[in-house]
């Protein structure tokens, strides 16, 4: 069974920098894509950024887009989503999953099979 396990959060000062890793666990990832959200307290869920497993095709939120970057490697079966200029509002657990099969709802989290458990992400101002 896929597993998948996030790590890399932590505490960062506004202005800075941090790495996100997610590492499928069960087997080597086959699907079509994998992506990551992030939930603030008291918010729902949201979509920060998606990528194609084989083709790398990204599509990232207008949010994040142009302040972090998502890569993956398949030889070691992970995603890393790289976050520059954080901000206060960046403030969340991040969340990573995968989608097995095309969707064109890149957005929606009802079209991703699996998910981590999570990391926090805090940003002080």
């Known amino acids: 069974q896929v597993q998948l396990v996030e790590s890399g959060g932590g505490l960062v000062q506004a202005g800075g920098s941090l790495t996100l890793s997610c590492t499928v666990s069960g087997g080597t990832f086959s699907g079509f894509a994998m992506g990551w959200f992030r939930q603030a307290p008291g918010k729902e869920r949201e979509f920060v950024v998606r990528?194609?497993?084989?083709?790398?095709?990204?599509y990232y939120a207008d949010s994040v887009e142009g302040r972090f970057f998502v890569s993956r490697d398949r030889a070691k079966n992970t995603m890393y989503l790289q976050m520059n200029s954080l901000k206060f509002e960046d403030t969340a657990v991040y969340y990573c999953a995968a989608m097995r099969y095309y969707n064109q709802i890149i957005q929606d989290a009802g079209a991703y099979d699996y998910w981590g458990q999570g990391t926090q992400v805090t940003v002080s101002s």
């Open positions: 990528i194609t497993w084989n083709l790398e095709s990204t």
